[in-house]
């Protein structure tokens, strides 16, 4: 299991390397004030400008707090970068995670195996909605070519997928890639729409799946309508209402996902010609 961290350095992303630093290690906490200590990695492997790999140990399915130390430089002193927190494992096919689902829902955490189960399940289902109304995948495919030479003008930018003999009709981003030593590179591209990597669609799968969890019957965190206040008695209950769309709280549409639509373009049928002589000209043949 592997994460790809970008350096977090002065409130921007950075790419040490080039100036002679290092990303160090990582260290796993199991709360977010970091002192209970879980286990560590490190040094990163550099993927491509601004990204470093970690290979991850096998550590049980949780929330994590993980800080990143690494150096900005030849003969800085080290930094470290406390903005990571990783729901593990990684690499299920989701653009979010049952912790996330959880944290909505008011769920506390850990999950046992039973509750992440449900919340795996109440996540599919709501991708799934995405996946029909973009008609599209939400989870790009990784695809590797080997001994690629890059374009003789784009020596410094291997990071750029137009820097690559490597066309496709789809989205394409560089994931990785390493040098053979003979001038090619093995490239490892990643085709499709990358949906983990934009929020209004992370934002969409996690408060639907909320949602839904939070309505079925006896389900994890079920509670049906939310509850604004009960009498004395228990005789009386006031229940809150939705807010509308447009308002705070309010849940998203799938409208508004609708510039990764995919669009479908058809060449408009032509009306038939009235024959000839009745028609203005004559067709070509």
């Known amino acids: 299991m592997t994460f790809d961290y970008k350096p977090m350095y002065g409130g921007a992303h950075y790419d040490p390397e080039p100036a002679g630093g290092q990303v160090a290690s990582l260290s796993l906490y199991a709360g977010p004030d970091r002192t209970t200590f879980v286990a560590g990695a490190g040094p990163a492997a550099r993927l491509r400008a601004g990204v470093y790999r970690f290979s991850l140990p096998d550590v049980p399915a949780s929330r994590y ?8 430089s030849e003969g800085a002193q080290p930094v470290k970068d406390e903005s990571v927190r990783l729901d593990l494992p990684l690499g299920l096919g989701l653009v979010t995670s049952p912790e996330a689902v959880a944290k909505e829902l008011g769920v506390p955490l850990p999950l046992t ?4 189960d449900d919340l795996l399940t109440a996540i599919r289902k709501a991708q799934a909605d995405v996946v029909g109304y973009l008609g ?7 695809v590797t070519r080997t001994a690629l030479t890059p374009h003789w003008d784009r020596d410094d930018r291997l990071e750029d997928a137009d820097s690559w003999p490597f066309e496709v009709d789809d989205l394409v981003q560089v994931s990785a890639y390493r040098n053979r030593g003979d001038g090619t590179y093995d490239v490892d ?13 992370v934002r969409y799968v996690t ?11 006896g389900s994890v965190g079920s509670q049906g309508r939310r509850v604004s206040s009960v009498s004395a008695e228990g005789q009386s209950i006031s229940y809150e209402s939705a807010p509308t769309t447009g308002q705070a709280g309010a849940l998203p549409e799938l409208s508004s996902l609708s510039r990764w639509k995919r669009r479908l373009f058809q060449p408009l049928n032509r009306p038939a010609r009235p024959p000839w002589p009745y028609s203005s000209t004559r067709g070509r043949r």
Not at 136 to 142: G, T
């Open 65 to 72: 707090w993980a800080t990143v130390a690494f150096t900005p």
């Open 113 to 116: 195996a039973e509750q992440r």
């Open 136 to 142: 599209q995948p939400v989870i790009p495919q990784l």
């Open 189 to 201: 591209f990643l085709v499709g729409f990358d949906g983990a990597a934009n929020d209004p669609v």
């Open 207 to 217: 408060t639907h799946a909320a949602e839904s969890e939070r309505l079925r019957p």
